[in-house]
């Protein structure tokens, strides 16, 4: 009665099926069902595009398990940096690099500001756990060899870090609970040593910003990406929705820019950003090369005053700094030894 029935049900399969494919996990090499296994069946949390790499962060009862997967080979990553915090002035850091035996360093460092991030405690022998014991690689839950692509890190802490973990800021305990405050960069040249506290190169200026992970959100082995919000998200779940309340966090980032602006403003200030934006970036960020390096704390939170910005201008802003700010310390570092 029906003769393009079947072809047509079997179309359907095909396009379902297809579907199914591209809704599937991000992580070819490591797969969100691996991390799953690993906390024990269950977990909450979410999967985040971001600028440098692919975030997810997923939690049992006690651990985390925080994974990131460059879009590229090991052979092509310098480094991944994950911290918990707004800005890399309050943020507890942890930096990732491949070594040559496949093994990764994991190395916990902080920052005074927008310079190079210097180890916490002393380096350990082991250079997968930090000093502390708590924060470690999980080596079956990361890439191995120098052609995996992605190239995959995951290590795991707990929720709650102990007292005596000589952590930095006022983010690094994390809760189960949505808008925990992360930043995040990559580096594309590696550091040449395993050693924890192995000097880095700075970070493409487009590879890094600050996003809210949802770490109550439903984790699930078919859990599809999200991109990574700006701003805090209202309400919960999975939605990434970014809700208008980006002012804190812009506040947060931005320091000076003072936290009167409200969301209104905030989204008005959206289009002056758009129009004028980059000329007006590029110019706050040159006289900054000139600055005194040891009074450089304050120096990347000289924002126009007054001006509601935008959180992604503010995370070009930052990067802009950023860059000015590290060039000078390091290679005034540099002269010095
Ligand atoms: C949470 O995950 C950690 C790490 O694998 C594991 O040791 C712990 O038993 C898990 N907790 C539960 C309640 O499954």
Known sequence: ?????????????????????????????????????????????????????????????????????YKGKVSELGWMGWGTGSAMSDADILVLWPNSDGSWTLSHRTA??????????????DPSTDSSGSVKVVASLSSKSQTDSPAVVT?????????????????????KAINQQVIYAYGMKNPGSSAQDATLTQHP??????????????????????????????????????????????????????????????????TNVATNGAGSTSGAASPLPSTDPTSSSGST?????????TYAAVIKMHGICAGATWCVVTSSLASVS
Do not use: H
């Open 112 to 125: 005074a500001t927008t310079v190079m991030p210097t180890l916490v405690g002393t380096a350990n022998k």
């Open 1 to 69: 009665m029906c003769p393009s029935r079947g072809p047509a049900t079997r179309r359907l399969l095909t396009l379902l099926s297809t579907l199914f494919l591209l809704a599937s996990p991000v992580l070819a090499a490591v797969s969100s069902s691996d991390l799953l296994t690993y906390l024990g069946g269950a977990a909450t949390g979410q999967t985040l595009k971001t600028a440098a790499y692919t975030l997810t962060m997923a939690a049992n009862a006690s651990s985390v398990l925080v994974s990131c997967a």
């Open 205 to 270: 200026l487009d590879g890094m910003g600050a996003t809210y992970v949802d770490l109550s959100a439903t984790f699930s082995a078919t859990s599809a990406a999200i991109e990574a919000p700006l701003s805090p998200v209202k309400g919960g779940s999975s939605s990434g929705s970014s809700a208008a309340g980006g002012t804190s966090a812009a506040t947060a980032t931005a320091g000076a820019a003072s936290g009167s602006s409200s969301g209104a403003a905030s989204a008005s200030a959206a």
């Open 301 to 309: 939170t000289d924002t126009p005053g007054g001006t509601a910005w």
């Open 155 to 175: 290590f795991v802490r707990p929720l709650q870090l102990p007292a005596t973990y000589k952590g930095k800021g006022e983010y690094y305990q994390l809760k």
